[in-house]
């Protein structure tokens, strides 16, 4: 019975989907420009058309159609909150809108909408001289 048990626990651990959090951290390596403005490089460089916000250290992505599933789209935009000493935090937001018109809000990024959206973005980041720092939670194991 408990061999039957681990089997099962097992079985469901591997057909998982890995889950992300809806944020992402980056530190800031270079001092040359100001990390909004690298930041707003890094957003067009990816793709992303830039919305307009009020906050001075906010840089907002349009949102755009990501996937097209029949019964629903995902929609996702973008924003990153440029914080103390430079750093950004960048937040997903990805929302399923229904054929009936209703939407709802995802509450973690699969691999393939993380490998979609937050790749490209790593990416310019990184030649930003922006470096991923990851998430709260993956810093907190790393310690």
């Not at 992505?61 to 029949?70: A, E, L, S, T």
Request: glycine share 6%.
């Amino acid at each position: 019975m408990l061999l039957r048990a681990a089997a099962v626990l097992l079985l469901y651990a591997g057909c998982t989907p890995s889950l992300f959090p809806l944020y992402q951290d980056y530190g800031n390596e270079a001092q040359s420009a100001t990390a909004i403005e690298r930041v707003q490089r890094a957003f067009t460089a990816s793709g992303w058309s830039l919305g307009k916000t009020e906050a001075n250290n906010v840089v907002v992505g349009i949102p755009r159609r990501v996937r097209h599933w029949g019964l629903y789209r995902v929609v996702v935009s973008v924003e990153a909150v440029v914080m103390a000493e430079g750093h950004v935090r960048l937040f997903i937001h990805p929302y399923r809108h229904y054929v009936t018109g209703n939407r709802s809000k995802i509450p973690f990024l699969r691999r393939s909408l993380r490998r979609s959206i937050v790749q490209p973005l790593d990416k310019a980041f990184y030649r930003e001289n922006l470096i991923a720092l990851g998430t709260g939670v993956y810093r907190d194991r790393r310690l």
